[in-house]
């Protein structure tokens, strides 16, 4: 078949047969009455798997063009100075926590011990790295109907111990940026923004529009399947400091001190006249390692995914704040059953699912099921109260390894009344205004 034909016509006419497979075979059917709504669902057509297969057809298989590709120009989307991807945004946010333990950082960097102060409303993954480093994570309560971190408990939280602050954007909603940076600010604490669930979000900071992830010293995002864009699996951590992202990429790259690329070869052109530790004078730099770090990079057809996605990421934040405007206004008419979520002052969300707390006297249990029985997808909002999950009990039964501010009041209510359905950009106003009836007939 290939015979005739030079290595680009072949790959050419591939791509070409892959793009027509995908027209074919991948096109979603309009949405029918009665049919399930998800509360998220990959947005694709052929680009990303010709991109895909292009990929493929390289067998290049780890880090390659693809993901340099991607770093870049996912940088000069958020306008930031360095990006690195990683195999997902769990990963993404272990590695922005431990380069903050990195003796490069000084009397800065944190140890067994510290403190950093978060939230028990979220996903466990914001807080994870830390506990299992050996720090300590201090809950504080949350606001709603912003379900954000409720900033104003901040000075009470901080301690002699506190090193940093790391929270995350709930489902798109920026939090309250200004007071958080301030207070880091005035202690000279790391903030971190666990941007996985706000990709896309902006917030008015001194008079300028900034994409969230940028603001604080570190910002991390997840491309699983559900989220604002996707790779299938994968994630990055990005950041203005060069030296943090040294770090990062340390951690990232099985703790080497070598920043050659993969494939690559004496960079910095020093690789065997250096003394490191305790090691042979002139031991190779390929192999010396600053850190105990991992092996957390993407392959490259995951970054070719996501060279195609984001391309159209723009289109996708504003259907959006579409879908989350039409559903909104259409749950109005039963406000006096639930609560419906606020944007935080100064942000502009790019949602990535609509919250709902019920009010006195609603079910959620009955509505969510109600909601579920008619096709329409729902979720918590994720770990409810973090500290009253079984991976807690341990540190319940002993007191030690996390501290409570004040009462997290807002954040049991969460627990017991609140959900969330989606307004993912592959939802028409079809679908939007379908599962609005539902909700409101649910919730009456």
């Known amino acids: 078949m290939f015979e005739n034909k030079t290595e680009k016509e072949a ?18 059917p309009p949405y029918k009455e009665g049919d399930r709504i998800p509360y998220a669902s990959r947005v694709y057509d052929r680009e990303e798997m010709k991109n895909l297969v ?16 991607f770093e870049r120009e996912f940088a000069e989307y958020l306008g930031v100075r360095f990006c ?26 944190i140890q067994r011990g510290d403190e950093i102060i978060t939230v028990a409303a979220g996903f466990p993954t914001t807080v994870t790295p830390y506990i299992q480093y050996g720090a300590v ?12 971190i409720d900033a104003n408990m901040l000075e009470q939280a901080y301690s002699e111990k506190t090193k940093a602050v790391m929270i995350a954007h709930t489902l798109g909603n920026p939090f309250n940026l200004k007071k958080v940076k301030q207070f880091c600010d005035d202690h000279g604490l790391w903030l971190v923004e666990d941007n996985c669930d706000a990709l896309g979000s902006t917030y008015r900071l001194d008079g300028e529009e900034k994409k969230t992830g940028t603001i604080g010293d570190i910002g991390t995002s997840s491309f699983y399947p559900p989220h604002h864009m996707t790779m299938g699996e994968g994630g990055a951590v990005y950041t203005d400091n060069a030296l943090l992202h040294k770090i990062i990429r340390s951690f ?3 703790g080497r001190d070598c920043v050659c690329a993969s494939g690559q070869d004496n960079l910095c052109g020093h690789r065997f006249d250096k003394q490191y530790g305790e090691l042979p004078f002139g031991y190779d730099h390929k192999y010396v390692y600053s850190h105990f770090g991992y092996n957390l990079k993407i392959t490259d057809m995951q970054a070719a995914v996501g060279c195609a996605q984001l391309k159209k990421f723009p289109g996708f934040v504003e259907r959006r704040r579409h879908n989350f405007n039409r559903l909104k206004e259409q749950l109005l008419a039963v406000q006096d059953k639930i609560i419906l979520p606020e944007a935080c002052e100064n942000s502009n969300p790019s949602w990535f699912g609509f919250l709902i707390t019920c009010k006195e006297g609603v079910d ?27 991976c807690f009990d341990a540190m319940r039964a002993s007191g030690q390894g996390y501290r409570v501010v004040g009462e997290l009041k807002n954040t049991d209510k969460i627990m017991m009344d609140t959900f969330w359905v989606g307004v993912y950009p592959g939802m028409t106003d079809e679908m939007i205004d379908a599962m609005a009836k539902v909700i409101c007939e649910a919730v009456l």
Request: aromatic content about 10%.
């Open 54 to 69: 292009d990929s493929a057809l390289e067998f290049w298989l780890t880090s390659g063009r693809y993901t340099e590709q």
């Open 137 to 148: 994570p201090v809950f504080v309560d949350v606001t709603i109907p912003q379900y954000n």
């Open 252 to 254: 990232r790259d099985w």
């Open 11 to 28: 790959r050419q006419e591939i791509l070409g047969l892959v793009g027509e497979y995908c027209d074919v075979f991948h096109k979603k």
């Open 84 to 109: 690195s991807v990683v195999n997902s945004g769990s990963s993404a946010n272990l590695i922005a926590f431990m380069a903050l333990t990195s003796p490069l950082l000084g009397e800065r960097a």
């Open 364 to 390: 959620k249990n009955k509505v969510v099921q109600s909601i579920e029985g008619h096709g329409v997808q729902t979720r918590m909002l994720f770990a409810g109260n973090l500290t009253k999950q079984p």
